[in-house]
């Protein structure tokens, strides 16, 4: 199996495809302004407690308080909490974590009105993106996340990733950080550390002692609460960080910035794949040449179809994921019902796997298979869909067909699912039901360019539309666009744009700065 990384990097966000063997397996976008993401630490202030709860709120700067359980202040709190006091009462000398005082262990039957009050500073990190109406959720157990390792600050034990089966391995690991770590860190080994030698484990230990002692300097001088003391690094690195395997052939990025930082990190990571990481300079939207934009297109929404005419229906609720399995118009299997059931659940146990991990779904997800009488086959489907699961990164739990032929499956949920709408809005009557007759459509175009030429002095751009239209406007052989070069200049480039309904239109300039030349015109009734 081969896997491809495919970043779209505009203006307002990023857009990052996986692809395994052609197929769009894992889809995440975000917005370049988005501070709030799994890992960032804040220093910030309790706001309310909440005794009944045995948890509290916490301003973080987010529109709603983020949640603090007290199970989640870890059993190193007041060790925080002293050291915290240390820095903070020397704001020029950095108190050395080396010299700081361990205390007691916390309770784990406490309360939180005894732990904290209210007004406190804490250091907090966030385990989960705010989701809905619910702020983020927050932990003081902090963490540095790397490549091989993951640093915790007031833990001396050394930790081995349980994927991690050869018990020489596991030791010759375990002793190896043992003799690395400072004093007053832990330390849990990642899976794909296995194998590594000395020099690669020091050399990102050292990254992330740096990372720890940069966030307790930025506490140290802290003038206004909330404050962001780490962030983690963008989602396109963190993404490779996590998946980052032999098997990737290539990483496609269309900024210039973003691929510099890949490639740095690729550099840091595996310096003999560096070649892997190329910048794109196509003409067409980077999603489109690559055939990823139809895939989401398809892949998302209420409805997907699947092999032979079956299809599965997704509904989202706040409570729980719903999944109904349709055999559809196929035509029943020679040797019958039973069979024809099985065919069709597995076909669905292959796609809903992709689309856990494409959607990103997370919490209680409920299956409604079509009926089968055979056990055998009840516990093939079973067997099929754990097998499929096993490719997912999120922490998940499967269990077998309930007697109603439900499956219940639960996902770790650390943000919001992916949500990608696929309905496309009327450009030209936006709702109104009513549009100007689509024959007229490339007269618009032209007045729009002789506005753009003639009035607003813009010689070069970009015309995005359709590629129906596209294929429309360059055809013959004085095609309507050769007739546009030759009236307003060959500084106009026609792109086919997937992305685009059928008669909608977007200008950009050579800076690739869009130029909104778009109109909503009342139509009389």
């Not at 975000?30 to 960032?40: H, I, L, P, T």
């Not at 030791?171 to 007053?184: E, V």
């Not at 307790?216 to 490779?240: A, D, F, Y």
Request: hydrophobic share 40%; aromatic share 8%.
């Amino acid at each position: 199996m081969t896997s491809e990384l495919v970043v779209d990097v505009q203006p307002k966000e990023i857009s990052i495809a996986l692809m395994e063997d052609k197929n769009l397996v894992e889809f995440q976008k975000e917005g370049r302004a988005a501070s709030f993401s799994v890992g960032n630490i804040y220093f910030g202030r309790i706001k309310k407690l909440m005794p009944g709860l045995n948890a509290c709120f916490v301003d973080v700067g987010f529109g709603k308080d983020a949640f603090l359980h007290y199970l989640d202040l870890g059993p190193q709190f007041r060790s925080y909490q002293k050291y915290q006091k240390q820095v903070l009462s020397d704001r020029k000398k950095l108190y050395p974590i080396e010299k700081a005082n361990i205390m007691p262990e916390m309770e784990k039957e406490g309360s939180i009105s005894d732990s904290i009050q209210v007004g406190q500073e804490v250091m907090v990190q966030i385990v989960k993106e705010p989701i809905s109406t619910k702020g983020p959720r927050l932990t003081c157990e902090l963490s540095f996340a790397g490549r091989y390792l993951v640093l915790v600050p007031f833990n001396e034990k050394v930790s081995v990733s349980s994927k991690i089966k050869s018990s020489e391995e596991r030791a010759r690991l375990k002793q190896l950080l043992q003799s690395l770590k400072p004093k007053h860190f832990g330390i849990i080994v990642r899976t794909v550390a296995a194998g590594k030698g000395s020099a690669e484990l020091d050399a990102e230990l050292k990254v992330l002692l740096k990372q720890w002692e940069e966030t307790i300097t930025k506490v140290q001088k802290s003038s206004k609460l909330p404050l962001l003391v780490h962030e983690e690094t963008s989602r396109t690195v963190r993404l490779l960080r996590d998946l980052f395997n032999p098997s990737y052939e290539n990483i496609y990025v269309n900024d210039e910035t973003v691929f510099h930082e890949i490639k740095d990190y690729v550099s840091l990571i595996a310096p003999e794949r560096t070649g892997i990481v190329k910048l794109y300079k196509g003409e067409l939207p980077i999603f489109d040449n690559f055939a990823i934009t139809k895939q989401i297109k398809s892949s998302f929404g209420k409805t997907i179809s699947y092999k032979h005419g079956a299809y599965l229906i997704i509904e989202h609720t706040e409570a729980l994921h719903v999944v109904d399995v349709n055999s559809g118009n196929r035509s029943k299997a020679a040797n019958g019902q039973e069979a024809n059931a099985l065919d069709v659940n597995l076909g669905a146990a292959d796609e809903l796997a992709r689309q856990l991990r494409l959607r990103d779904m997370g919490g209680i997800i409920v299956v409604d298979f079509i009926d089968m009488n055979l056990a055998e086959n009840r516990q093939k489907l079973y067997e099929r869909m754990c097998e499929n699961m096993k490719k997912d990164r999120a922490k998940h739990n499967i269990l077998p067909l309930s007697k109603f032929g439900l499956m219940q499956i639960t996902r770790q949920r650390v943000r919001p699912a992916m949500d990608v709408t696929t309905d496309e809005t009327c450009p030209t009557c936006f709702g109104k039901g009513k549009i100007k007759p689509s024959i007229l459509f490339t007269d618009t175009l032209e007045s729009k360019i002789d506005y753009l030429v003639n009035k607003l002095g813009v010689k070069n751009f970009k015309l995005h539309i359709h590629p129906y239209v596209a294929a429309f406007v360059n055809q013959g052989f004085i095609s309507l666009k050769r007739k546009w070069q030759m009236k307003y200049g060959f500084g106009i480039k026609i792109i086919p744009n997937q992305k685009l309904a059928m008669l909608q239109y977007e200008f950009y300039d050579a800076h690739g700065e869009e130029i909104d030349m778009k109109e909503e015109v009342e139509i009389k009734q």
